[in-house]
């Protein structure tokens, strides 16, 4: 606004001073031209004031270009700076789309970020939401610097937080076990619950996955509409068993977990198999991808409300009935039941919504 105001007095001022230059419509228009191109210190020179008002204009012009010009200059890298500091800090707001949300940081975060990645294309960003220090976040940045990793700081299960981290525009949520100084497992698997509720209040089609600390609240979990739930450390002792029993079994089950080499995929069968029977897939797979077909599992209906829910009536039943009520759903969009099969007989018939699982060194393209 001060920029346009110098051009437009310096346009007043060149038309009342330069009764030369023509009729007062025709003045004003070069007065605008000359104020603009005097300002900018351009200096074209086809228009130029003659008599000592003018200059005097001119002067003043000058300036006041100079001030102005830098106090815009100032102002833009200001805006900027701040923003980037914001963006660093974890404290600018995220404005993407098809994005993945990750609440919490426990202590093995990175590792499990380091999988995650792993199967994920770069094309897909990422938001971590946490309270951990922002020097560890731009470290991460840096680690992986082909990946869209975004940081906000701050508690995920606020809904001013959410909001913050377009999680209407997200495709799914990761709730990890984020432990504070002092909480207690029932604390922490309390807000879990809590952000799981929040997430489907404000997006209802979003896809949940949640880890517990305490296997007793899986079901509660489970209500509030949780797509996949992990107890942490459900798996320890299945494992430590096993490297007693066949160290090589637990190699390869350690091996497989990991990604070293050889992985787990899930690909969707496609159309031109069904109908087929499933060793036609097997062998397709084994011959031109390399891949071992272990599993198959099928996708069906969506699950209502009332899927889930116990049949004794409790307070934790009537709170997420009340949340869903409110948010008008009566199924929980984006949950569906899915039945697996491991090492499914040969002759089966494959059909739709069915997806196969396959080790391979890398995603099979069918």
């Keep these: 606004m001060a920029v346009a105001l110098v051009v437009f007095l310096g346009a007043v001022g060149f038309s009342l001073s330069e009764p030369a230059q023509g009729h007062w419509y025709e003045r004003f228009g070069l ?34 270009g100079v001030v102005t010009l830098s106090l815009v200059t100032a102002t833009v890298a200001s805006v900027f700076i701040e923003r980037k500091f914001r963006q660093e800090r974890g404290l600018e707001a995220v404005k993407i789309a098809n994005h993945i949300l990750i609440l919490g940081w426990p202590e093995d975060g990175e590792a499990m970020l380091d999988q995650l990645l792993k199967r994920l294309p770069p094309s897909i960003p990422l938001v971590l939401i946490n309270r951990v ?46 432990r504070q100084p002092g909480e207690t497992a029932a604390q922490v698997d309390q807000r879990t619950l809590f952000t799981a509720l929040t997430l489907k209040a404000m997006h209802p089609k979003l896809r949940i996955l949640a880890e517990l600390l305490r296997p ?41 977990l990991t990604g070293e080499g050889q992985n787990l995929w899930s690909v969707e069968i496609p159309s031109r198999f069904h109908g087929r029977p499933l060793k036609d897939l097997a062998n397709h797979l084994q011959e031109h991808q390399q891949a071992v077909l272990i599993a198959i ?11 889930l829910l116990s049949d004794e009536p409790s307070a934790i039943d009537d709170f997420i009935r ?18 697996i099969q491991v090492n499914p007989p040969p002759d089966q018939i494959m059909g739709l919504r069915q997806y196969a699982v396959v080790i391979a060194a890398q995603r099979p393209n069918l």
Excluded: C
């Design 297 to 307: 599992y099928t996708e069906g209906r969506s699950l209502s409300l009332e899927d």
């Design 31 to 64: 007065g605008i031209w000359w104020a603009t191109v005097t300002l900018t210190t351009v200096g074209y020179g086809d228009i130029t004031p003659v008599t000592i008002p003018g200059r005097i204009v001119g002067v003043v012009i000058m300036l006041g």
């Design 322 to 339: 009340r949340k869903f009520a409110e948010t008008k759903m009566t199924h929980l969009l984006g949950r569906t039941k899915v039945d």
């Design 216 to 256: 007793e609240n899986r079901s509660y979990l489970e209500r509030a509409g949780a797509e996949e739930v992990l107890i942490r450390g459900q798996y320890d002792s299945s494992l430590m068993a096993g490297a007693v029993v066949s160290p090589g079994l637990y190699r390869i089950l350690t091996a497989l």
């Design 133 to 178: 220090p922002p020097e560890q976040m731009d470290a991460l940045r840096d680690k992986y610097p082909a990946q869209g990793l975004y940081y906000l700081r701050g508690d995920y299960s606020r809904e001013e937080i959410l909001l913050k981290a377009s999680v209407k525009s997200a495709i799914k949520a990761i709730i990890l076990t984020e």
